[in-house]
């Protein structure tokens, strides 16, 4: 299973990767953390690619699908991989609203065995600019619960 997982999870970064050429970056802040994402949307495939920014930048990457989610609407809805980060242990789920807007909300989920899932952050995020700590707030969204 996890052998099919990481397989279709390379497919989809290796069509993405492909198409990034052509699509347009845009950067997203999560209000009051001191991280974002800068993400790549392919509209053609339906595709996209995020890496972290602001205080997680190089930290970790994920690859998504666009799509509509029941009671949520239109989202993006991202795999992330935290090794850049340590956080090895842990992998997570970004559900961001699309089209990205300001105000627009996001929320994310960890697991550590594939079988539960806790929801960690939820929030609404800004279109632009990187998030820095001074202005943003002091944790990030992928920071362990306290």
């Known amino acids: 299973m996890k052998r099919i997982l990481l397989s279709g999870a390379a497919a989809l970064a290796t ?5 990034a050429a052509m699509a347009k970056t845009v950067s997203i802040s ?4 001191c991280d974002g994402m ?10 996209a690619l995020e890496t972290g ?3 997680d930048e190089g930290a970790h990457f994920g ?8 009671l949520r609407g239109h989202a993006i809805t991202f ?4 090794y850049g980060k340590g956080g090895g242990g842990y992998q997570y789920i970004y559900v961001i609203s699309y ?13 550590t065995d594939g079988k539960t899932l806790s929801r960690e952050f939820a929030g609404t995020y800004t279109v632009g600019g990187t998030p ?6 002091p944790r990030s969204s992928t920071d362990r619960p306290r």
């Open 15 to 19: 069509i993405c990767a492909a198409d």
């Open 30 to 33: 999560f209000d009051n953390l």
């Open 38 to 47: 800068d993400i790549i949307v392919d509209k053609v495939s339906g595709n």
């Open 53 to 55: 920014n602001g205080c």
């Open 63 to 70: 690859a998504g699908t666009i799509g509509k989610v029941k």
């Open 79 to 82: 795999g992330v991989n935290l």
């Open 99 to 111: 089209p990205f807007v300001t105000g627009g909300t996001w929320s994310n989920f960890s697991t």
């Open 132 to 137: 820095s700590h001074g202005t943003r707030g």
